[in-house]
């Protein structure tokens, strides 16, 4: 006896929140400008990040 394998495969929509790539590929696009933008703040300023913030 064989065992029979579904022919069709079922279409799964993607979630409306959490995780998704689409989510997960903005997050990192908005992390990618968040670090360069510390970086810039960091050169054009002299000091860092905390200092600037008046955090430390």
């Not at 689409?22 to 002299?46: Q, S």
């Amino acid at each position: 006896m064989t065992t029979k394998s579904p022919s069709v495969t079922p279409k799964l929509e993607e979630p409306k929140f959490g995780f998704s790539s689409y989510a997960e590929r903005l997050n990192g696009r908005a992390a990618m400008i968040g670090f360069v933008a510390t970086l810039a703040i960091e050169y054009a300023t002299g000091q860092g990040l905390l200092s600037w913030l008046g955090l430390y």
